[in-house]
């Protein structure tokens, strides 16, 4: 065999499948199944043109060697591109009985609210991208402050919110400045049958947390307020917002990131208080 065929069978039955090997590995976090397929491509042409040389051919060690690179690489490469990304959860809520003016978190405690803990954990070793959870109890928050974690991260209402401004009159006349407390006043939306659907002062069912990024083992720990809210009837407000605290029975989360440049669930449904849980 001359030296030229020499180079290029050396090129097409090992070099190429070897650089789509390369290739599909480098841009697997950023392109998921291109690499996917680059990669499997790559080690199923290896193997292809590993049977045209002699040493193969002569050698059944050699033979089972090499499918048994071939096989281990197919299962341990599957197991990566398909392994589960996990998220856990831990939870407490409780009846407290804090004093007046009493901050929490950033959260300015009042006798209606009842005290939220939750924990969220990143169940892996690969950094989870746009990470979006939406949170729910079986209560309405009122607040909810993230306290500890090394990501960067944020926390708010799911729904749209706006504020109440009350202005005090006396016989049709303002009087004094217009009140903008949230801990004071609140206004709320009904739908056309009289049922609440958005309160003012960041009430919700559901806030939402965010992380650009949510590192691989970071624990994020908030704190909230949450309320029972007494009931409409028939569009007709009740004489108290608030009814009388208890502790939150669950909490849910659903969530979804990017992860290996590919898109995942992981959904958390009405956890128990008090109880580790962790999504498939």
Request: charged share 20%; net charge neutral; glycine share 8%.
């Amino acid at each position: 065999m001359s030296t030229l065929k020499t180079a290029e069978h050396y090129i097409r039955d090992l070099g190429i499948p070897v650089a789509l090997v390369a290739f599909g590995a480098y841009i697997f976090g950023s392109s998921f199944w291109l690499g996917f397929f680059a990669f499997f491509a790559g080690i199923t042409l290896l193997l292809r043109g590993m049977k045209k040389e002699s040493f193969y051919k002569k050698s059944p060690i050699a033979r089972r060697v090499s499918w048994a690179v071939y096989v281990t690489l197919c299962v341990v490469s599957l197991w990566y591109s398909f392994r589960p990304m996990r998220v856990e959860q831990f939870a407490s809520s409780t009846l407290v009985n804090y004093g007046p003016g009493t901050e929490i978190g950033g959260i300015y405690w009042k006798p209606e609210f009842s005290e939220f803990h939750l924990n969220l954990r990143n169940d892996s070793e690969t950094a989870y991208e746009d990470f979006d959870a939406a949170i729910t109890t079986d209560l309405s928050i009122k607040a909810l402050k993230e306290i500890h974690g090394i990501s960067s991260c944020s926390v708010g209402p799911s729904d749209p919110q706006f504020d109440a401004t009350v202005q005090p009159e006396i016989g049709g006349v303002p009087v004094g400045p217009a009140v903008t407390n949230n801990n004071d006043y609140a206004v709320v939306a009904l739908d056309k049958d009289g049922v609440p659907i958005r309160i003012s002062g960041g009430i919700s069912k559901t806030y939402r947390f965010h992380c650009d990024k949510f590192l691989p083992g970071d624990e994020q720990s908030f704190v909230g307020a949450l309320v029972v809210l007494n009931p409409f009837v028939n569009g007709k407000a009740p004489a108290r917002l608030y009814a009388y605290p208890k502790p939150a029975s669950w909490v849910s989360t659903r969530s979804k990131f990017k992860a290996s440049g590919r898109d995942h669930n992981a959904d958390i449904t009405e956890c128990r208080m008090e109880v580790s849980c962790k999504s498939f």
